[in-house]
């Protein structure tokens, strides 16, 4: 495939009330343009919306029906991401018809990874046939479900993406890519190109989280406070033990599974170091984990900014932490980007996620797909009166059909029986097409039923069939005393639609007209 213009659309876990747009020009595989970037923000209300929904979503906890905030949740975030992409498209100088596919990943409202003998749950709001429409452009959407529904952690899924950046900028075979946002997920190349991934721990979240609770402001900006305090090393190296951290990958996390509470006592400053430092320490826990060690990571996502965190990372996490703009990176682009680029591999059916980066048992290609109606495309309509059309349809169907099995003949066909008066007692209706004759209808009037009516009927048609060639009948019914009629006049059933009427089935039967020749 050639490449192809993409936006990719992210908002993170950490609510920081915008949205990252990217646009990456890709065939899936490699990066051949970066376009433009922007953090376009949500409006004020659809920020309060969000913060109400992940609490909702958090007291729901995938248990009962998903709650009602959600629709109007939904709708906004999708209407606000289809905007912020019209804003940046034009801006780049190009229009929504040079966008071969928008990659919305939606906002995680909640993420459970999976359990032994418990598959994993995962929900992010975006309605993609929503944005779909708005912008008249096809959208990836909905990226985690299939990849969770098959038995994987659903996350982290920019490993393929990573593996691309550090193919791209041609970086040292010890080096590995870390994200920091309000988790933080690595990716790491084996020599010989394979990939491992997983969520290491918190990276801002709860960063962000206690410094609000002290009304501080929105995040550790400039990691001022950390910088500024003193890490409380007793109560790290405690938190150090959770399990979690040392734990063989696949692995992921929910934005609210590490908390602050445990440095709450702390002043701002030194619980802020604290933080800072087990985010770190976490990242070393992880590649503890790896097959052999990277000395370098590239570190993007908004941790990127934050002084602190990369001096912790040298210090606690024991690696070389380069800016991930020292490889002409864009730190804050490197999710939108991914989404981008996962929406291009959708498109054309290449797998997203690989048993080393979720843990799913063989590759998933993952991402829903919808085709927006574009000018020209063909339009559908329903009607329950069918006519103006037909005729051309069934014109052209015959004449297919016509071309590798020959002529249908098809040609109707009534068999009636009167009483003396003229009335009507009995009568069958079908045609013959091919080598089959079908009665469709067969109606025998009530004080004339049990007196071989019917059989008269069908041995009448099934002459007549015999001589338009017909080397076989085929008839159907869902009551009981046509099924022994039919059964009488040598018919034997051949298949059923169960509950096809009031728990009554549809049986339908069929008889040889050779055998009937010779017998
Ligand atoms: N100048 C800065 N100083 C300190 N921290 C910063 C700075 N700039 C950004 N951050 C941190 O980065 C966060 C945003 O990170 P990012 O946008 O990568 O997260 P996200 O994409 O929402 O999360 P995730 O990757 O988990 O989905 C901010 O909330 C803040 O904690
Ligand atoms: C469930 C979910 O949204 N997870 C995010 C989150 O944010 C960082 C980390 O946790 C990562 O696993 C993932 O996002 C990135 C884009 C990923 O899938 O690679």
């Given at each position: ?15 920081d009330?915008?949205?990252?747009v990217?646009?990456l ?10 376009g433009s970037?922007e ?7 659809t ?5 109400k ?8 906890a995938f248990?009962g029906p998903e ?22 498209v034009?801006a780049?100088?190009l229009?929504?018809?040079?966008i ?9 409202v ?14 992010q ?7 779909a429409?708005?912008l ?14 098959a038995?994987?952690?659903g ?5 393929i993406y990573h593996?691309?950046?550090?193919a791209?900028a041609?970086?040292p075979k010890?080096t590995?890519?870390l ?5 933080a ?5 084996s ?17 962000n ?9 929105d ?6 406070n ?10 790290l ?7 979690y ?13 590490f ?6 006592d702390?002043?701002?400053e030194?619980?802020?170091a604290?933080?800072?430092a087990?985010?770190?320490a ?23 900014w934050?002084?602190?965190?990369m001096k912790m990372l040298?210090?606690?996490a ?26 291009v591999?959708?498109?054309r ?6 048993p ?20 020209g ?6 009607t329950?009166a069918?006519?103006d ?8 169907l015959?004449?297919?059909n016509?071309?590798?099995v020959?002529?249908?003949n098809r040609s109707?066909l ?10 009507v ?13 079908y009665?469709q ?8 039923r ?6 008269r009927?069908?041995e009448?048609a099934?002459k007549?069939a015999?001589?338009?060639?017909c080397?076989?009948a085929?008839?159907?019914?869902f009551?009981?005393s046509?099924l022994?009629?039919?059964?009488k006049a040598?018919y034997e059933?051949?298949?059923?639609l169960?509950?096809?009427a ?7 039967l ?8 010779k017998?």
């Amino acid at each position: 495939m050639e490449p192809i213009w993409a936006v990719g659309l992210m908002t993170g876990t950490v609510l920081d009330g915008y949205i990252d747009v990217a646009l990456l020009k890709t065939d899936g595989e490699t990066i051949t343009e970066f376009g433009s970037y922007e953090l376009v923000p949500y409006p004020d209300e659809t920020n309060r919306l969000l913060e109400k929904t992940l609490a909702e979503a958090r007291a729901w906890a995938f248990d009962g029906p998903e709650p009602d905030i959600f629709v109007e949740a939904e709708a906004a975030i999708s209407r606000a991401q289809a905007d912020a992409v019209c804003n940046v498209v034009e801006a780049a100088g190009l229009t929504m018809a040079d966008i071969g596919i928008i990659g919305f990943h939606g906002q995680t409202v909640l993420h459970r990874a999976p359990i032994p003998g418990r598959i994993g749950a995962t929900r992010q709001l975006g309605d993609g046939r929503l944005m779909a429409q708005l912008l008249g452009t096809d959208v990836a959407y909905d990226f985690r479900s299939a990849d969770i529904a098959a038995g994987g952690q659903g996350a982290p899924l920019s490993a393929i993406y990573h593996k691309a950046l550090l193919a791209s900028a041609g970086c040292p075979k010890d080096t590995a890519v870390l994200n920091l946002g309000g988790v933080a997920n690595v990716t790491w190349i084996s020599g010989d190109g394979q990939i491992a991934a997983f969520d290491t721990g918190p990276a801002n979240a709860p960063i962000n989280d206690f410094v609000r609770s002290r009304g501080a402001g929105d995040m550790d900006r400039d990691g001022a406070n950390a910088l500024a305090g003193t890490v409380d090393e007793p109560r790290l190296a405690e938190r150090l033990t959770i399990p979690y951290l040392s734990q063989p990958y696949p692995k992921s996390l929910d934005r609210f599974d590490f908390g602050y509470d445990w440095v709450e006592d702390l002043s701002l400053e030194d619980g802020a170091a604290t933080l800072t430092a087990f985010s770190a320490a976490a990242v070393g826990a992880g590649l503890d984990t790896l097959p052999t060690r990277p000395t370098r990571l590239v570190v993007c996502g908004g941790g990127r900014w934050n002084p602190a965190m990369m001096k912790m990372l040298e210090t606690y996490a024991k690696v070389e932490a380069v800016a991930a703009e020292d490889h002409g990176w864009r730190s804050d682009a490197v999710e939108a980007e991914c989404f981008a680029l996962l929406a291009v591999r959708t498109l054309r059916g290449l797998p997203i996620s690989f048993p080393t980066t979720t843990g799913v048992e063989t590759p998933q290609c993952g991402g829903r797909i919808v085709r927006a109606n574009r000018p020209g495309d063909p339009i559908l309509t329903i009607t329950d009166a069918p006519v103006d059309h037909w005729q051309t349809i069934h014109e052209d169907l015959f004449a297919y059909n016509a071309a590798f099995v020959g002529e249908p003949n098809r040609s109707e066909l009534q068999v009636m029986l009167h009483d003396q008066k003229g009335q009507v007692i009995a009568g069958a209706f079908g045609f013959t097409i091919w080598n089959y004759l079908y009665i469709q209808w067969l109606w025998v009037a009530e004080k004339h039923r049990n007196q071989g009516m019917a059989i008269r009927l069908l041995e009448a048609a099934e002459k007549r069939a015999q001589k338009r060639g017909c080397t076989g009948a085929w008839i159907d019914t869902f009551s009981e005393s046509g099924l022994a009629a039919y059964r009488k006049a040598g018919y034997e059933v051949f298949g059923e639609l169960p509950d096809f009427a009031a728990g009554q089935a549809r049986i339908f039967l069929r008889k040889s007209l050779e055998a009937t020749n010779k017998g």
